[in-house]
């Protein structure tokens, strides 16, 4: 069984550590998941909620993960009525505000997985922020 597995195991703890350290960063984030792909599409997409508790902005600068072999901020916008998506160089989360990455805005443009991501895996994506801030954050696959 999965859960008798060493390796998910250590997995499992490493993330409880992981949620305990974006506590304590200055930015939270809830609902981070990752929608499961096609077989055979390279190409994924990750949402999530971002909080800024502190009274500073807090700026986005780049996302990357040990999973994905590129990992981009991406933006989907409607133009002449065509839906398209542009690269978001940063983004700045306002102090004691809260950002959306959800379908239809926001994601994290997620290329060439390592490994085949299904339902219920687990993955950890490194967000970037001015300053220094490198707060990893477990995203979960979600069909
Ligand atoms: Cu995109």
């Excluded at 160089?89 to 990455?101: G, H, R, T, Y």
Aim: proline share 6%.
């Amino acid at each position: 069984m999965r859960w008798r597995n060493p390796v998910f195991v250590g997995l499992i703890l490493t993330l409880t550590l992981i949620a305990a350290a974006s506590e304590e960063a200055g930015v939270s984030v809830r609902d981070a998941w990752v929608r499961e792909s096609p077989l055979g599409v390279a190409m994924m997409a990750g949402y999530m909620a971002l909080r800024n508790n502190t009274s500073r902005s807090q700026v986005l600068v780049a996302a990357s993960s040990s999973g994905f072999e590129t990992v981009m901020i991406h933006r989907t916008i409607v133009k002449d009525g065509m839906a398209g998506m542009e690269h978001a160089p940063q983004i700045e989360l306002s102090p004691n505000a809260s950002l959306l990455f959800a379908p239809g805005g926001y994601h994290l443009m997620l290329l060439n997985p390592k490994r085949t991501l299904r339902a219920g895996d687990p993955v950890v994506i490194n967000l970037e922020f001015r300053g220094g801030l490198v707060l990893p954050v477990a995203f979960e696959v979600r069909k």
